[in-house]
């Protein structure tokens, strides 16, 4: 293999192990912020404790998010360091765009990030109750702020804006950062991104608690989620309901976030990289109006389908709103590619974005439906005594009661990976999707890799980065389930105490 | 006598020269005596308890510190594209050993009290310990070539691979800085714990102080004779970065422990101004061919980006040191056994 296969594969596979933990640190840092509020508003009125269910979810959620953001952070690092390591030559010609929103994601987001976070973990007892909550804010918005920048790089890299080529210098140049800032894919990317970022959290904190209350009721199969008219929920079990309630609301609404923000996406795309988007479906030649197909056995390069489930009118209006409008084929579109920019192939892998597109859509569907599904399980019944109807059928098989078994274990387990392989399956299909380009229609990918570094070299640094985010997967996973299973932790409230431990930390 | 004009097309390089350098020198004084803390984790520590007062020293800003590195790569991408792709790409096998202990660091610092296992904690303290001597070993030979300057050609890409980087100057770069920010290390540790830690960082500090200062000014002299335009800056600053570690020795002997930590800062910071100053206004000279060297004119990015780039710092840093020295701050007083929770290790309803 050659370093430019290579080197792909390395970024392959440190980008989508880095993004495993960046979705839970931005939306789990944004629910923990919230429980905190939740619990700081409950201590109104002269009640020092406050409702104190919400102060230990917080510091529940808190341990486990810290231990995510570790590996977040430790793999980061290798991100800003890759470019100039392994791309240097697309380093040289982006540098004077691309550059910029990395050093203000920097200034303007990590550090304000990391500088907080620390202030939050050690604060607790040295920090009056508002300001500290302020500081798991400030973390949190540091974390959007970078989600903000660093995808107005990419967007630029899908659709490069407000720059002209310097042929002399050989490089791109920027003469309209507004234009960069304001990119239409950076617009719809950033919030289809946070809301994406936002399911992963919410059924992480809805799963975990799932499987608390699946504990409880081991031990006690009377214990219950539902909610039967004014009778509270047993006191083990009220503060785990509340967050599957919590988790299950973010999951769904940010599922619907995701789904609109993602058909405006579509319908930018089409206008931007129409390659994507007929890759998207395999579509070979233009179609109007154009199906989109569900799913297909058989080749996708036009000449053995074998079957398929085909939705008519579907991929014109993903496209472009219409129902019947035209939808470029690759064939199309691979000859006035030739004629725009030389001979070439300029499709990316047909089978690699059907599928993730695929399947990015459809993990993502499975999740919001288990969101409803845990919506629904902790309910609140005005009329118990109608319980018995209730529950037949479908509804038999989401009843509170059946939250024993095994499978209810893995559908637990199941539930937050499932956002989060869409969010992977999201990045590997526009990213790919892209191919050849580096920079669309300005930088092919295999001009952009170092010329200096050789295959073995990244061969060496593929094998350590692999071996090593391995090990730490195996770390990192034994960590966060026994914290999981260790359960809530004490209700202590914090008091300003100059000698007061520093509990939170090490 | 003509005064030349100074155009902002000329002058802009200049800043972001002095403000890459000043990103390198927060990070070095920052996270040095973190580097510094990490590596005297175990002497100055020594039983667990000891090891968590240490630990709990650079805990509430450790993260934040490493962002300076952070900024300084993205500043460096963003101001002098080129000598961002040259440098990295030409450091490749010593930046992938570097990114390896800045991960391991990382995940040391934060897991290590996170399981109430002796097998668990004394790996971990040792993953603190190398990992926090290897950043600063590297980073130390990698200045050094900076002033050294490496092979490159024509296109600037740097031939020859690892070997390139070590010379005696850049050994002694790396020695150097280690020793430095043991040094460093030791002073912020007598400064912020009490009791035992606080005399067993003294006493390693006192210990580590002259080799630190021989091997600092050895290091900062030689990189003066260098120097180019500003060789009178560097010699001056090299004269106050040692006189600094010197000074720190004394002011630890005689128990000031703020004034020992404000030496070896100097230390730190006149390390990486004497590297700088002595480079200008070359960024990376190339040994082989003349062609190949990276100055802060062919290595620039625009004047319109270098513009938008100036606003934003303008704006972002003077907040930056304000809520980072604000951190600083709250956790002013001194670290003693009263403030460590019972145990720090087992999860659960334990911990309040």
């Known amino acids: 293999m050659d370093s430019v296969v290579l080197a792909r594969w390395q970024f392959a596979i440190t980008t989508v192990y880095h993004f495993f933990f960046v979705p839970v640190t931005i939306g789990l840092s944004g629910l923990v912020a919230a429980f905190q509020t939740r619990w700081l508003i409950s201590t109104r009125g002269g009640h020092r404790e406050g409702d104190v269910r919400w102060l230990r979810l917080t510091r529940y959620f808190g341990k486990l998010f810290l231990i995510n953001f570790a590996i977040g952070v430790a793999t980061g690092i290798v991100q800003e360091f890759q470019f100039g390591m392994n791309w240097s030559s697309y380093s040289r010609f982006v540098g004077d765009i691309f550059g910029a929103p990395l050093a203000i994601e920097g200034l303007a987001a990590f550090f304000l990030e990391s500088t907080f976070l620390g202030l939050w973990i050690f604060g607790w007892n040295r920090l009056p109750r508002p300001v500290h909550l302020a500081t798991i804010w400030l973390a949190a918005i540091g974390s959007v702020l970078s989600a903000i920048f660093i995808l107005a790089a990419n967007s630029w890299m899908q659709h490069p804006v407000g720059a002209v080529v310097n042929a002399a210098r050989g490089r791109a140049e920027l003469v309209d950062f507004t234009a960069v800032l304001t990119n239409p894919v950076a617009l719809v990317t950033v919030p289809h991104q946070l809301f994406a970022c936002y399911m992963v959290a919410g059924a992480f904190v809805a799963a975990v608690a799932g499987w608390q209350v699946a504990k409880l009721r081991r031990a006690d199969p009377e214990v219950s989620l539902l909610r039967r008219g004014d009778v509270p929920v047993a006191e083990a079990v009220r503060p785990w309901r509340s967050a599957i309630r919590v988790g299950a609301a973010v999951l769904v609404i940010a599922g619907l976030g995701v789904a609109v923000s993602g058909d405006v996406q579509g319908k930018v795309m089409t206008d931007v990289q129409p ?99 845990a919506w629904w399980m902790s309910r609140r019944i005005r009329h118990p005594e109608r319980l018995r109807h209730a529950t037949r059928g479908l509804a038999r098989l989401l009843a509170p009661e059946v939250s024993r078994g095994r499978w209810w274990t893995w559908a637990m387990v199941a539930l937050p990976l499932l956002p989060l392989v869409a969010n992977s399956f999201g990045w590997i299909f526009t990213e790919t999707g892209r191919q050849p380009w580096l920079v669309f229609g300005m930088l092919r990918t295999a001009d952009g890799v170092s010329p200096n570094v050789s295959a073995l070299d990244v061969a060496i640094s593929m094998s350590v980065f692999t071996l090593l985010y391995g090990i730490l997967a195996v770390v990192e996973t034994r960590l966060m389930l026994r914290y999981i299973s260790a359960g809530l932790p004490s209700a202590d409230p914090p008091e300003i105490v100059p000698d007061a431990p520093l509990t939170f930390a090490y | 006598m003509i005064i030349p004009m100074i155009t902002s097309a000329e002058a802009l390089p200049v800043v972001w020269f002095v403000l890459i350098a000043v990103l390198w020198t927060g990070y070095l004084v920052l996270d040095g005596f973190d580097f510094g803390v990490g590596m005297l984790l175990r002497p100055v520590g020594r039983d667990d308890q000891g090891r968590r007062i240490v630990l709990h020293a650079i805990g509430p800003v450790w993260d934040g510190n490493e962002v300076w590195l952070i900024v300084a790569g993205g500043a460096t991408f963003a101001a002098f594209p080129e000598w961002y792709a040259s440098l990295f790409s030409g450091a490749y096998l010593a930046l992938l050993v570097i990114l390896v202990a800045l991960i391991v660091r990382v995940c040391a610092l934060e897991y290590r009290g996170k399981h109430d296992d002796p097998g668990w904690i004394r790996r971990w303290d040792w993953a603190i310990t190398i990992s926090s001597l290897v950043p600063p070993l590297v980073w130390g030979v990698a200045l050094a070539d900076f002033v050294h300057g490496l092979p490159m050609d024509s296109a600037h890409n740097v031939i020859g691979g690892l070997p390139v980087l070590f010379s005696p100057y850049s050994v002694l770069g790396g020695v150097a800085l280690v020793l430095l920010c043991l040094t460093h290390g030791a002073a912020f540790l007598a400064l912020r714990t009490s009791d035992e830690v606080r005399e067993r960082a003294r006493r390693i500090g006192l210990a580590i102080g002259l080799p630190a ?40 002997r005689t128990h000031h422990d703020g004034w020992a930590f404000v030496g ?50 303008a704006i972002m840093t003077p907040i930056i040191l304000l809520y980072q020295g604000w951190t600083y701050w709250v956790f002013r007083r001194r670290l003693s056994t009263r403030q460590l929770a019972a145990s720090a290790h087992e999860p659960g309803p334990a911990r309040s």
């Open chain 2, 213 to 252: 200062a021989a091997a600092l000014g050895g290091f900062v002299f030689w990189t003066a004779l260098h120097g180019g335009h500003a060789r009178v800056v560097a010699l001056v600053i090299a004269a106050v970065a040692t006189l600094g570690v010197l000074g720190g020795w004394v002011a630890t």
């Open chain 1, 275 to 373: 390659m994507k988007m007929a890759a998207a479906e395999a579509l070979w030649h233009a179609e109007a109006p154009a199906s989109f197909s569900i799913f297909t056995i058989g080749t996708l390069d036009g000449q053995h389908e074998v079957f398929s489930i085909k939705i008519p009118y579907l991929l014109s209006f993903l496209a472009t709103g219409h129902f019947d409008a035209n939808v470029q084929g690759i064939d199309d579109l691979q000859a006035a590619y030739v004629q725009t920019y030389g001979p070439g192939t300029y499709s990316p892998n047909i089978p690699l974005a059907y599928w993730t597109f695929r399947l990015m859509i459809g993990t993502g569907m499975v999740s919001v439906a288990g969101g409803l599904a």
């Open chain 2, 264 to 313: 070896t800062a100097i230390g730190v910071a006149g390390f990486v101004a004497c590297v700088f100053s002595s480079i200008f206004p070359a960024v990376l000279p190339s040994t082989l061919d003349p062609a190949g060297t990276l100055t802060i004119s062919n290595a620039a990015a625009t004047p319109h980006t270098l513009t938008i780039m100036t606003v934003v710092a």
